[in-house]
């Protein structure tokens, strides 16, 4: 077993979610949050490129060393599989490394609201699952997706860079195309996805304006398309889709989104308060006919009150998700304020 193969075994056995490899210090884990340094040797510029190498092939390399970034997955047998960035800081090699747990958790184990599961039955429209960098997304994405391909008898394509959870056809035959090594980019995946008879589809990310015009376009001709956006809100989501387009082709975005979209789900991990662990804080909006005038007629400003007056059909603030988090002792007070939308609307009604 390499250096390598130790270090990351060690790191899915002390449950760290991330390792960070950079020259001069020992290498780092996150756990639960916190970083800290491990008492593992200190890297060299040397034993920095080593394992690298040890992660590429010669192609990979090769093409790492002209542009200076590698997004790759990573994966050991028997131990799981792992999401690397390569990049150079000070003239040296470092690397980002995620755990993926390679087992795939079922929806009802992520402390989810159960509108999330219900969300999986729908025939087709946009799903959006959003949150900063390690907020749990491709946990969710794949527990929806898994609820599906144990349920249904369809074909599932998902387009990811790069792979994180692999699965494996049960009811559903899926497939799983991999950015840079099955297909050049995600506009190009999704331009032919469509000849490829999906029911459902996966994009990893909508990054550009060619991906979210692509993703929308299959759930506008009735297929079931999952996606993620780096925002922390759904009127920020919505707001971001809408102002990647140039600004003669909006009104007509708005409309074709207040068609197509169904829910968006924004998440915030915290860290818990009572076990080792973590627990999303969940805002959910589901686009009512309410929702869809506001989209449609760039109203966007009043979603978030929508989503507050509708909790009986299963909408949710953040800030109410983490408050009933803190009342059942999950969460830490100081916890859940600084991790609020409104963190003074918060602190009041937790003091009430």
Known sequence: ????????RNAVEAKASDIHINVGSPPLYRIHTVVAPTDLPIVTPEGAIRLAKEMMNDKRWADFEIKRDSDF??????????????????????????TINSK?????????????????????????????????????LAGMVDAINNREQGHIITLEDPIEYSFISNKCAIEQREVGSDVPSFASGLRHVLRQDPD???????????????????????HLVFSTLHTVNAPQTIERIIDVYPSDEQNQIRSMLANTLQAVISQTLFKRADQPGMIPGVEIMLCTPAVRNCIRENRIFEILNVIETSRAIGMQTLDSSIKQLFVNGYITKEDAISQAAHPEKLERSLAA
């Open 73 to 98: 997955s990573y994966e050991i047998a028997g131990v799981g599989r792992f999401r690397v960035n390569a990049h150079y800081q000070r003239n040296s090699v470092a690397l980002s490394i995620r």
């Open 1 to 8: 077993m390499s250096f390598l193969n130790d270090m990351l």
């Open 200 to 222: 459902t589809i996966l994009v990893g990310e909508m990054r550009d304006l060619e991906t979210v015009s692509a993703a929308i376009t299959a759930a506008e001709t009735g």
């Open 104 to 140: 795939v958790r079922a929806l009802e184990q992520l402390f989810l609201p159960d509108i999330v599961k219900k969300l999986t039955y729908l025939p087709r429209g946009l799903i959006l699952v959003t949150g900063g960098t390690g907020s749990g997304k491709s946990t969710t």
